[in-house]
């Protein structure tokens, strides 16, 4: 089967897709063709995956699908937004969906502009089933990790937020490979005070080792490494003036 023949059966209706709660990752599909749609509802199907197709960027915003694990197949060029401005509006939102992009009027500029946002791969009709299917594939996979990272993330998050301001500012002069004596002396506390707020820190944080802090302090949003900063360098330009 190709993608740009069209199919005798029909795939299954998206009022009904959109109301399942499927368990598997989600393939929406996005094409004003219709044969398209059909085609690459079966090839994902055969898959295993779930497909659900729409036939405008419109219609797919209007659902309530984009937060499903799985990827995104869109054509470049349909009435109204394209697929490049839909997937503009995605990381604008904060969702980095995996895109691949499958058009039949795809150029150099358009790829490069594609692939830089962050596609996963810009194909051209009439594809290959494997060389589609490898490409979701690698979607599924790239959303895999980043929602296992962002489960990472929030509890790590909500970890620090266990921590008193002290330990926080002990956490944050670990992280930089600060030792004791020198957390201590930028503080103003006794060295024996920081291996308790240290200790503490391990314990809140559950972590076995520095290293696994220090990796766990890295996975924290740029502005909550900043706050720390920040009150270190305030700390230590207090202590300097005194």
Do not use: Y
């Not at 740009?4 to 368990?23: G, Y």
């Not at 997937?87 to 995996?98: C, D, F, I, R, W």
């Not at 030792?179 to 820190?201: C, M, P, W, Y």
């Amino acid at each position: 089967m190709r993608v740009d023949q069209p199919l005798l059966q029909r795939s299954t209706p998206v009022s009904r897709q959109r109301n399942a709660e499927p368990q598997q990752p989600v393939v929406i599909i996005v094409d004003d063709d219709a044969s398209v749609r059909e085609a690459l509802s079966e090839l994902i199907l055969s898959m295993g995956f779930e497909p659900v197709c729409f036939a405008s960027t419109r219609e797919l915003l209007d659902a309530d699908v984009l937060d499903s694990p799985g990827c995104l197949i869109l054509d470049v060029r349909m009435p109204g937004a394209s697929g490049l401005d839909l997937q503009h509006h995605l990381a604008s939102n904060g969702n980095p969906k995996p895109i691949i992009f499958l058009t039949g009027h795809g150029d150099i500029p358009m790829t490069v502009q594609a692939m830089k946002a962050g596609a996963v791969d810009f194909l051209t009709k009439p594809v290959r089933d494997q060389t589609l299917l490898d490409a979701v594939i690698a979607g599924i996979a790239v959303d895999a990790k980043r929602r296992a990272d962002a489960v990472v993330v929030k509890r790590n998050i909500e970890r620090v937020e266990t921590l008193t301001p002290r330990e926080r500012e002990v956490l944050h002069e670990v992280a930089r490979g600060r030792l004791n004596k020198q957390i201590a002396f930028d503080l103003g506390i006794s060295e024996v005070t920081v291996k308790l707020h240290r200790g503490n820190v391990m314990r809140k944080m559950e972590a076995a080792s520095i290293g696994e802090l220090i990796r766990a302090w890295e996975t924290l949003p740029p502005a909550m490494r900043e706050a720390g900063a920040a009150r270190t360098f305030e700390r230590v330009n207090l202590a300097s003036v005194r």
